[in-house]
């Protein structure tokens, strides 16, 4: 089962910026990567993904803010936040979409506030 590490979650004023990396235990060559989000009270969404090739599909509402990448040498992917704001506040979480069983990192919080 693959372990995937988070980081760079934190607090942010709106219109700030952030960019959370998440690395795994194992090649991510041939798996879809991608960003989750969960905020209080809410349903978990899809952010971002990026495919082996990297073509990559975005939540409509970050849309020309954020933008993944993906390492395949360093088995890292990475959500850069932009233009942040309050609506953004949610728990992120990395996902790997290995058959059979997808891997998901621990999450990491994001709170954008004045």
């Known amino acids: 089962q693959v372990h995937l590490e988070e980081s760079g979650g934190g607090l942010v004023q709106p219109g700030e910026s952030l960019i959370l990396a998440c690395v795994a235990s194992?090649?991510?060559?041939?798996?879809?990567m991608a960003w989750y989000r969960q905020a209080p009270g809410k349903q978990r969404e899809l952010v971002a993904e990026?495919?082996?090739?990297?073509?990559?599909n975005y939540l409509g509402s970050v849309e020309g803010r954020f933008t993944i990448n993906r390492d395949n040498a360093y088995r890292k992917v990475s959500l850069e936040m932009n233009n942040l704001t309050p609506e953004d506040t949610a728990f992120y979480y990395c996902?790997?979409?290995?058959?059979?069983?997808?891997?998901w990192g621990q999450g990491i919080q994001v709170t954008v506030s004045e």
């Open positions: 996902n790997a979409r290995f058959q059979p069983d997808d891997g």
């Open positions: 194992r090649s991510i060559v041939g798996v879809v």
């Open positions: 990026i495919s082996r090739g990297g073509i990559t």
